[in-house]
C-alpha cells in the first residue's frame, strides 16, 4: 500500500474556481508525472476538482500508466451536477480508471470521509486554497500537513504560509 500512496496525488481546491490556474495545473500534473507519480485522485467536485481531473485525463492521452481514480463522497453524487458542470463530471468519469465511494449516505461526514480517503492515499496534495480557515479545502489542507503529505497550492499568493 506504502508503494501505491507515494505514488499518488490528490486534488483539493474551492468549488468557486473557474480555470484561473488551468495553465499551471497541467504543469503541474506534467511534472508530477515526470517525478514518478502515476495514480491522480480526483474528489470529484465542481471548481477545482474538475479542472484537476481533466488534466489528468488529458495527460493519460499521452502516457498510458496514468491511472485516475474519482473519489465521491457517496453514491448518487453526480445528481448535485448541472449543465457544464454534470457535463465536465462526466468527462472526469468516463476518463476514470475506478471510482471509490467514500461515505454511505450523503452528509458532512461523507465529505469528510471523501477528504481523508484523498489525504491518506497520497504522498502529495495538490490544493488552490485561498487561506480561508473553514471549510472541505482547509480541512484537507490541515490534514494533508499534519499527515506530512507534501502540499502543492497554486493558488496566487506564493507567499501565502500553509500552516495552521
Do not use: I
Given at each position: 500500500m506504502d508503494f501505491i500512496k507515494n505514488?499518488?496525488?490528490a486534488f483539493s481546491g474551492h468549488r468557486t474556481y473557474r480555470?484561473?490556474?488551468d495553465e499551471e495545473l497541467r504543469g503541474i500534473?506534467?511534472?508530477l508525472y515526470h517525478?514518478?507519480?502515476r495514480r491522480f485522485l480526483c474528489g470529484m467536485a465542481w471548481g477545482f476538482d474538475l479542472a484537476a481531473g481533466e488534466?489528468?485525463?488529458?495527460l493519460k492521452q499521452t502516457y498510458s500508466d496514468?491511472?485516475?481514480i474519482a473519489v465521491v463522497p457517496y453514491e448518487g453524487f453526480y445528481r448535485l451536477f448541472?449543465?457544464?458542470d454534470a457535463e465536465q463530471?462526466?468527462?472526469?468519469?468516463d476518463a476514470a480508471d475506478g471510482i471509490v465511494v467514500a461515505g454511505e449516505s450523503e452528509g458532512k461526514v461523507a465529505y469528510r470521509m471523501r477528504n481523508d480517503y484523498l489525504v491518506d492515499n497520497s504522498s502529495v496534495l495538490v490544493a488552490w486554497f485561498d487561506g480561508q480557515p473553514r471549510g472541505g479545502t482547509a480541512y484537507t489542507v490541515r490534514r494533508a500537513r499534519r499527515k506530512g503529505v507534501r502540499v502543492e497550492n497554486l493558488y496566487p499568493q506564493p507567499q501565502m504560509e500553509l500552516e495552521f
Open positions: 505514488r499518488s496525488v480555470g484561473e490556474a500534473v506534467v511534472r517525478e514518478g507519480y488534466a489528468v485525463a488529458d496514468v491511472e485516475l448541472h449543465t457544464e463530471y462526466r468527462r472526469v468519469a
